[in-house]
């Protein structure tokens, strides 16, 4: 089947199997493999997208279910060649380590400082708490959070 999506603020249509997830067919349909995949099943936060609006388990939503969405990757997040200051953030804090959970970690921070500017240390834990990173220790995620919160 067919699936017409905007994809990074690009119109696609992309065909897929419908049992096929959307975290499955960014990777290998559209070729976007910055979303990563860790367990497939919900619960490590590593293949997190925003999904019209809101961070999504891109692993628990069919790609059919997101026909007519828009989907942002962490490859949407550059532009001009230039990095987000999320990403500039976690660079300079050294959020990223081995850099799996990192993209999911990232978009799940926009979500949230997209809704929330200027959240709170509290709600920045509240937020991250469904993106499990086993090499930060989370420090530095939530440094790198908060600084570009405080722009």
Not at 60 to 79: N, R
Not at 115 to 135: Q, V, Y
């Amino acid at each position: 089947m067919k699936i017409p999506l905007t994809i990074n603020g690009e119109h696609r249509e992309l065909e897929v199997e419908p049992f096929r997830s959307l975290l499955d067919t960014l990777r290998n349909e559209a070729g976007l493999t910055g979303t990563k995949k860790g367990c497939d099943v919900g619960d490590c936060g590593a293949c997190t997208v925003i999904l019209d609006g809101k961070p999504m388990c891109s692993c628990l939503v069919l790609a059919a279910e997101a026909e007519g969405c828009e989907v942002t990757t962490i490859e949407g997040l550059s532009s001009d060649g230039k990095l987000h200051p999320l990403q500039e953030s976690f660079l300079k804090f050294g959020g990223a380590q081995c850099g799996f959970c990192t993209p999911g970690v990232i978009m799940m921070a926009k979500a949230l400082l997209d809704a929330n500017p200027s959240p709170s240390e509290e709600e920045i834990r509240f937020a991250i708490a469904g993106n499990i990173c086993r090499c930060t220790g989370y420090t530095k995620i939530i440094e790198a959070i908060k600084e570009t919160a405080n722009g």
